[in-house]
């Protein structure tokens, strides 16, 4: 029993659906059914009761979930005390969004005046998973936008952006000083991929149900904008394509940029590092 299965495990127990675990895990579904499936195998016993109305534990998958958290809470004390021992330090940072954001620029240096001696690893992620990749341990904290899930998850707000309608600077409504979501109501919007956190989704679509052209990526929000001229929203302040332009948006809540990491997570590198990014985003 591979303690990557058991993360798999995990993802689908606490979404209780497999394409939301899937894309959690940013994995495609097929392989992390298989591998739920050859879990049971080696259990000889059933972890979910599947049925159209959707994903349940069943009795045998309860009792595993409390046992998975606490062997992959003990596997990751077990790796910080390892590393600690050879005297490395090591620090993944998951970053959603415009990395040449000026607080990410002050951050980085202070982090690496304050410990010089780390080796910073930086994982740059697509829309479809607003964590970064924290509940699948594949970072240790994330800088990133929300809203989105936080179960498991503490988050702490460093920052908040108005937001923006991006269009192409030939439609008409690129005209206006500033719009209202009403104002794009009979508009496509871009649209991610299914399976995303739904708060995250229904924030990008200004609340609503939409329909448009799903997208992974910035830069297909953006070339959705200039082919199709679909809407797409985006934090003010950002550099856009010449033939694209933003329009404030007066009744769009802000966009919160923060810090977020697993709860209970006791390595320090990591309480240091959100101390050091709270006084980097108030400047």
Known sequence: MEL???????????????????????????PLSRAIKQLETEIGALLFARSPAGVTLTPVGAVLLDEARALLDRA????????????????????LGDGTDP???RLAAAFRRKHPGVDI?????????????????????????????????????????PVGAVLRTDDPL???????????ADRRWFQLPEGTDPAWQSYWNG????EGPVVRVVQECLHAVLWNGTV????????????????????????PVVAAWNTGDTNPLIHSFIAVAGAAYRR
């Open 121 to 161: 690893r930086i994982r740059d992620t697509d829309l479809t998973d607003p964590t970064c990749g924290l509940r699948a341990g594949l970072v240790d904290v994330a800088l990133t936008r929300a809203p989105f899930n936080e179960t498991a998850l503490t988050v702490r707000q460093l920052r908040t952006d």
């Open 232 to 255: 797409g929203l985006s934090p003010l302040g950002h550099d856009l394509p010449t033939d694209l332009t933003a329009i404030p948006l007066t009744d769009m809540a802000p966009s």
């Open 4 to 30: 990557r299965t058991l993360r798999y495990f995990v993802a689908v127990a606490e979404e209780l659906h497999f394409g939301r675990a899937a894309t959690r895990l940013h994995m495609s579904q097929p």
């Open 174 to 184: 690129a005209r206006r000083g500033h719009l209202t979501l009403a104002d794009l």
């Open 103 to 105: 607080g990410i620029t």
């Open 76 to 95: 990751e004390r077990l790796r910080l005390r390892v590393r600690a021992a050879a005297g490395t330090a090591a620090l993944t940072v998951g970053i």
């Open 207 to 210: 609340g609503t149900p939409r």
